[in-house]
């Protein structure tokens, strides 16, 4: 046996941060488990377990690359990182000359634990046009709990620390035991159901603990909104309201009993097909057994209501007395090293800047601090002056994140020049002009601070990235240093250094915090009813303009927005658009995620991908069967923007009269030219981009209409996929010198 150690880090193989300890063995990293003595309790899942087979990837990128044949054709030859970094500086400076500095953008997928560089570098370079999935996922929520309450971020309190634990858990359009997504981390949530009287699960399909739950009720998608609304007609209907929050630290009752007095029980069932009943007794056992939290999932900011869904559901924790109060939901006192995401704050968005943000003039909320995606697609596509010139895009994949796929690839391919930061080749690196190889977890060292919350930890390098990979946060160190030195550093340790440096009153450094691994809050100096101290406000009160938690808001109202709650319908739906319906009769949704891969990713690793190897989409079988639809037959999805593949699951607990897809879906294996399968089985092929919420600019990615039939035998012969087996086309870099 070789030397063994074990070296302690932290898992971000999703948003998770689950403590892990890898034990290596001359220098290999051999073993992976979960740290019994972190946050996380030793816990770990599938994805973080593979991450062995993830480092030691036959088609990890190995070194920067330039484009050689035509975008999309594969070709690439490798250059080195001068000749890269110097080349994506040059590229920057015409383009801010030419165009302006607001035609350059900064990119990135989901959190990947480093939004903080993502945004100084954008901001750096004067520009706030950064591209984020932000708007449907996430942003919404904070955007929403920010403007009602005057702060952002607004947590389940699973934890017991105030003393008690939650006596009603909603789960709605979330399923947190697997996604352990948006600061909350699913061993908690497990823990608190020990406790738990009423866990009520708000899913048209059943997630793992809708068998288990006090009540489930399975909306029609994209009616979340007028569930919410019929909720509180019951609340203020049986005078189930906190008397004592509502009065002393609300505003806007009054107008808000009035404006859900039309969401009766009957109608709400119209809208939101569940029997009254069931939103009868979930708005009883929310009020009456206190203290309660609501767990929201992103399949609702994913729709083109999101502003109002997320506005109604926040006035429901309002209503209940659910904030501040142990075992509901609660804001995090920080670590004492302050938000690591001070790192981007401290430079300036400015008027000019924010002036020149894609779709700032019609998304209010959304595109106050970030691009409106979609809008510049039309833009782009609209043959006018393209909005963005320079698009430095770091681990993600609007291409195949974004509504209509179509028209993203479209107006991606007409980018003037895009690098993609990456692991591994994908349709979005197929589209890109540079690609620049980057590190795993396992080989960087870090802050983990995925979204504020109550600890950050260390991500501690366990071995190095294969050939010339580098970290994220090298990367953009090295950029901003060749253009705009002043705002960036030496050397990576400097940076950390720097970002740390709060912490034990003013002198932590990286190399402590390397060796503490988890700095914050494990229970004891977290703070309750902040709002009842002089915490936010001197005298008590919420950070708001009225000082009140705010039913009735006067901040939408000045942006021009309904101040209070409103339901619509999706762009597409049985009631808004029934022309429509009669010739795509299904109500779908695509947004629900698998626990063995994220987003995107994954398909590549075998373990993990051996657990379903095609998309899954799912179907009640009696609905299945009014299309000649059995269980595990490939069928046609089809709307008016197109049509895709998957495989059919008939599945008794999803609603009847619909179908739920696997979203982010391409095929690793398939070969560059035609975008590794993008447009055989992503569901955004189907997605419609005209419909955009409108604060936020958020398109109805989970709620629209289709038409679905079985493929044929001889449609099944036909060769959609260029290569039989995983794994046999797609080249390694190693190939291409
Ligand atoms: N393992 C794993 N973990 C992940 C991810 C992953 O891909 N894999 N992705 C990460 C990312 S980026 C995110 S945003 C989070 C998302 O995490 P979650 O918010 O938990 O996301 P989903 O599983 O997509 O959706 C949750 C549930 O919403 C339901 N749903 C769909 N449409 C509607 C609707 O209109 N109304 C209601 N009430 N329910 C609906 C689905 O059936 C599903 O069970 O997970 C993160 N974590
Ligand atoms: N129809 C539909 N569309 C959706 C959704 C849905 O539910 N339905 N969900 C939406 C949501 S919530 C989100 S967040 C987006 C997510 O969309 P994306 O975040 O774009 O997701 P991925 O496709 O996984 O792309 C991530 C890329 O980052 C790379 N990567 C992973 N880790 C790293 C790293 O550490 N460094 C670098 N440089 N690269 C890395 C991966 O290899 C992959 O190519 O999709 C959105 N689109
Ligand atoms: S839940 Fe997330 S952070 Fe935890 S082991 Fe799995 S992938 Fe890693
Ligand atoms: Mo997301």
Same mark, same amino acid.
């Given at each position: ?41 030793? =816990? ?23 484009? &050689? ?12 990182? *001068? ?105 908690? %949530? ?45 609340? %203020? ?55 309660? =939290? $609501? ?99 770091? @681990? ?36 890109? *002009? ?28 366990? &071995? ?77 009160? %919420? ?27 999706? @762009? ?8 429509? %319906? ?54 046609? $999805?089809? =709307?008016?923007?197109?049509? $895709? ?62 038409? &679905? ?29």
């Amino acid at each position: 046996m070789g030397e063994r150690k074990v070296i302690y880090s932290t898992c971000k193989s999703c948003h998770g941060g689950c403590g892990v300890k890898v034990t290596v063995e001359d220098g290999v990293p051999i073993h992976i488990e979960g740290n019994p003595d972190s946050l996380t309790r030793g =816990t770990m899942c599938s994805k973080g377990l593979s991450s062995i087979q993830h480092i030691d990837n036959p088609f990890r990128l190995k070194y920067p690359m330039k484009r &050689v044949g035509e975008k999309g054709e594969g070709k690439w030859k490798r250059i080195s990182w *001068d000749e890269a970094l110097d080349t994506i500086a040059e590229k920057i400076k015409e383009s801010q000359e030419k165009y302006g500095k607001e035609s350059v953008a900064v990119s990135q997928g989901t959190g990947r634990g480093y939004n903080r560089y993502i945004h100084r570098l954008a901001r750096s370079l004067g520009t706030a046009n950064v591209i984020s999935p932000g708007y449907v996922c996430h942003s919404p929520r904070l955007g929403l709990y920010g403007l009602v309450t005057g702060y952002g971020r607004l947590y389940c309190d699973y934890h017991g620390w105030g003393g008690e634990f939650p006596k009603t858990n909603i789960m709605w359009a979330k399923q947190l035991e697997i996604s352990s997504a948006d600061s909350e981390m699913c061993n908690w %949530f497990i823990q608190s159901l020990d406790y738990c009287k009423n866990l009520i699960i708000i899913d048209p399909r059943a997630s793992a603990y809708a068998t288990r739950a006090t009540l489930w009720l399975q909306p029609r998608p994209g009616s979340d909104c007028a569930l919410a609304m019929g909720m509180m007609n019951v609340i %203020f209907n049986e005078e189930l309201w906190d008397k004592e929050f509502v009065e002393n630290w609300t505003y806007g009752f009054e107008e808000l009993r009035e404006r859900v007095k039309e969401w009766t029980p009957e109608k709400t069932e119209e809208v939101t097909w569940i029997p009254k009943e069931k939103i009868i007794e979930a708005a009883r056992l929310w009020a009456i057994d206190t203290p309660g =939290t $609501i767990q929201v999932g992103s399949s609702l900011e994913r729709q083109a209501n999101c502003g109002h869904t997320l506005r109604a559901i926040t006035c429901l924790m309002g209503l209940t007395g659910n904030i501040e109060r142990p075992g509901s939901m609660c804001s995090w006192v920080l670590p004492d090293t302050g938000l690591i995401e001070d790192f981007f704050l401290e430079l300036p968005l400015t008027e000019e800047m924010r002036s020149k943000i894609v779709g700032v003039d019609k998304y209010k909320m959304g595109a106050a601090r970030t691009c409106n995606p979609d809008t510049m697609v039309k833009t782009i596509l609209g043959g006018g002056e393209a909005p963005i010139h320079v698009w430095i895009s770091v @681990g993600g994949q609007q291409i195949v994140h974004m509504a209509n796929t179509k028209e993203v690839a479209e107006a991606i391919e007409k980018i003037d020049f895009l690098v993609q930061v990456d692991q591994f080749m994908g349709p979005m690196a197929e589209a890109a *002009d540079m690609v620049l190889p980057a590190a795993h977890w396992l080989e960087i060292d870090d802050v983990y601070d995925m979204h504020p919350r109550f600890f950050i930890s260390a991500h501690n390098k366990v &071995v190095d990235p294969p050939g010339e990979a580098k970290a994220d946060a090298w990367i953009f160190n090295e950029i901003g240093k060749r253009v705009v030195p002043e705002h960036w550093f030496d050397n990576m340790e400097e940076m950390l250094d720097y970002q740390v440096r709060k912490g034990h009153d003013g002198n932590m450094n990286w190399k402590e915090f390397s060796e503490k691994i988890v700095n914050g809050c494990w229970g004891q100096d977290q703070i309750y009813y902040k709002y009842k101290t002089d915490y936010w406000r001197k005298g008590g009160g %919420f950070p708001t303009a009225t000082g009140k938690f705010e039913f009735y808001s006067k901040r939408l109202e000045e942006l021009g927005y309904d101040p209070l709650p409103v339901f619509r319908e999706p @762009g597409e739906s049985p009631y808004r658009t029934p022309e429509l %319906f009669k010739e795509y009769p299904v109500v779908m949704s695509s947004g629900f995620r698998q626990p063995f891969y994220f987003l995107g990713q994954y398909r590549n690793i075998p373990w993990l991908r051996s657990f379903m190897e095609y998309p899954m989409c799912q179907m009640h079988p009696e609905t299945a069967a009014k299309y000649g639809i059995s269980d595990g037959d490939w069928i046609w $999805i089809e =709307t008016p923007r197109g049509r $895709i593949r998957q495989k059919c699951r008939t599945f008794p607990g999803i609603l009847r009269g619909m179908l739920m897809a696997t979203a982010n879906w391409f095929y690793p294996e398939e070969p560059a030219n035609n975008y590794h399968g993008l447009f055989i089985s992503n569901p955004n092929v189907l997605t419609n981009n005209n419909h955009l919420d409108p604060m936020y600019g958020s398109p109805d990615l989970t709620c629209l209409l289709c038409r &679905v039939r079985k493929c044929t035998e001889e449609e099944l012969q036909e060769n959609v996929f260029q290569t039989e087996e995983f794994g046999t086309v797609q080249k390694t870099v190693d190939d291409l010198d």
